[in-house]
């Protein structure tokens, strides 16, 4: 009798097991073309992926392999970010341009190969060169593992929502006009919805239309693959229910209003019980300082099955652009879901206690117009991109690509929030990195400050997932502040947006053995070296170390 019960497990764990965990490996071909579009009344080149904006969409289930080879047939260099992918031990597949792999060159491919380990939700790709992202940008959509339902009530269909920007000139040189001036760059003209701008003054546009069924609950996987806007989105006379963001759950919670920052996701349930008709669909800016940014709403429509064709929309009104208590209660609203099977596991004891300011600068430029350019800066340091990717240096122990002594604390303490108009502007530049043991915690306090100018920063950490355990206006108080952190279900992220004069703490374990870049994930600003580098020295074992370089690695 009890062989006949081994023999049984025995057959259940060769038979049944695989089958409930499948995977599978999932193969993509990208191909960097140019592209002709109309927009705004005005037709230019971009450049796309297989001449589809936004790109297509990668489909996975957790635990699945993605193969994805990309070829370069444009004359500009390209990589590709896949945003919130852990890259567990695959950083060679990570894709900012030089800091984890070289630039793909026109005419050559690389294989971008990970596995999507312990991940399920909504994710984005994006191009991590120059302003690329512009257009060459998708959604990673990744289901749980075969019979693994979600944790809230299934929906009867899904729907990929992505939003962004749009200029009627070429992106790049928009970019490189401002590298040679030293100014700011042009902003957007407008915003769009899934590639579409909507109706806008002087030039009529039929826009997006999401089509609903009365009665029918949507999955809306809404992605903000903006370059330097943060927005809020709305649909006239609707609430939807907030179930995940950067691909990890959340407490659920209703709201008309979605608050969502460049590079961020957020799931929501939308449940069409209103009634037949159209209702309009509105993405406008935030923008709660004197910084110049692209104030048209995008207007796209969600259209009732059943509705009379020319029927007037529903109107709604957005936020005012300057909104801060509308992004408070969202982000104040956003609880990880922290059940027995999702579990908030959050460094509850810290190994590096680290405090960065973040924020901008003026340093000296002799071709600039002014004799100046603007800068940003991360404890007053601007990050300069060195010409070999730090990776490579980190695997081959390269010497003088890189430092590790990028410092834990501001060089100079100041009232960070206060009136520093008298304060010297000017940044020291270098490739510096700061270096962590395998597996040791971080906290991490991210400390926006006022010289020039205050703003909201949408922060963006590779290769990890953090928990933002708290998050404040003013300066940070290291004494009363961490009294009131949640350590118990805090929102469990890949981007956090910093509040304006303020700060936000998250705390991770490096448990990932790399160099990750953090970064500002406004396009403005990392091109002004508002930037760092963590480099995450191998474990013990090949479980915990970082795997050899593909043998098709781009050379710089």
């Known amino acids: ?54 790109g297509p969409t990668i489909n996975a289930r957790e ?10 047939h444009v004359q500009y260099n390209v990589t590709i970010h896949w945003h919130g992918v852990r ?20 005419g050559q491919s690389y294989l971008y190969n990970f596995t999507l380990t312990g991940q399920r939700g909504t994710l984005l790709w994006h191009a991590h060169i120059s302003w690329l992202r512009a257009t060459i940008h998708g959604a990673i959509v990744i289901l749980p ?14 729907k990929i929502i992505i939003l962004g920007e749009w200029w009627k000139a070429d992106v790049e040189a928009v970019v490189n006009q401002a590298t040679q001036t030293g100014l700011p760059p042009n902003i957007s003209d407008a915003h769009i919805v899934n590639g579409q701008t909507g109706a806008v003054p002087g030039c009529p546009s039929q826009g997006f239309t999401l089509h609903v069924e009365s ?5 809306l996987r809404i992605i903000n693959a903006a370059l330097n806007d943060e927005l ?38 939308l ?134 002594d990028f410092p834990a604390m501001p060089p100079n303490s100041f009232n960070y929030t206060g009136n520093n108009t008298a304060l010297n502007l000017q940044t020291i530049n270098g490739t510096r990195t700061y270096r962590l043991a395998f597996n040791s915690t971080v906290q991490l306090v991210l400390q ?8 909201s920063h949408p922060f963006h950490l590779h290769g990890f997932n953090f928990f933002v355990v708290g998050k404040g206006f003013g300066n940070f108080d290291a004494d009363n502040d961490p009294k009131k952190f949640n350590l118990a279900d805090p929102v469990e992220r890949n981007t956090i947006s910093v509040p304006t004069a303020g700060w936000a703490a998250i705390r991770f374990r490096a448990d990932n053995p790399g160099v990750w870049f953090l970064h500002c994930h406004l396009e403005v600003h990392t091109t002004w070296g508002l930037k760092m580098v963590f480099v995450v020295d191998n474990g013990e074992g090949p479980d915990e170390s970082l795997l050899p370089p593909p043998s098709d690695l781009p050379n710089c």
């Open 271 to 404: 449940t069409a019980d209103k009634s037949v008709g159209k209702y309009l669909m509105a993405v406008s800016p935030f923008m709660d300082t004197v910084v110049a940014v692209d104030n048209v709403t995008a207007i796209a429509f969600l259209r009732y099955k059943g509705t009379i064709a020319f029927s007037p929309p529903v109107l709604t009104t957005t936020p005012a652009i300057n909104a801060t208590p509308v992004t408070s209660t969202f982000m104040d609203n956003l609880r990880s879901l922290n059940s027995k099977k999702y579990p908030a596991n959050v460094p509850l004891t810290v190994d590096h206690s680290l405090y960065f300011t973040i924020g901008v600068g003026i340093d000296p430029c002799a071709t600039c117009v002014n004799g100046s350019k603007a800068v940003g800066a991360i404890n007053n340091i601007s990050f300069i991109m060195p010409t070999t990717a730090l990776l490579q240096a980190h695997y081959y122990s390269i010497s003088g690509v890189f430092t590790d």
């Open 448 to 455: 926006g400050t006022t010289i020039i100018a205050p703003e």
């Open 215 to 219: 009665g029918k609950t949507y999955l």
């Open 63 to 72: 635990g699945d392999n993605v193969n994805i080879k990309l070829t370069n």
């Open 145 to 158: 593992q075969k019979g693994v339902p979600y944790p809230f009530p299934k929906p009867d269909k899904e």
């Open 1 to 54: 009798m009890e062989n006949y019960r081994a023999r049984a497990i025995l057959l259940l764990v060769i038979f049944i097991f695989p089958a409930l965990v499948e995977c599978k490996v999932r193969l993509y071909d990208f191909r960097v073309v140019l592209t002709n579009t109309t927009k705004l009344c005005s037709t230019k080149s971009i450049v796309t992926i297989n001449g589809k904006f936004p």
């Open 232 to 269: 809020f989105f709305k649909i006239a006379g609707h609430n939807i229910t907030v179930v995940e963001v950067d691909a990890a759950y959340t407490k659920p919670f209703s709201t008309d209003t979605i608050f969502i920052g460049p590079g961020q996701t957020t799931n929501a349930l």
């Open 87 to 106: 890259q567990l031990r695959t950083g060679w597949a990570d894709g900012p341009a030089y800091i984890t792999q070289c630039p793909i060159r026109p």
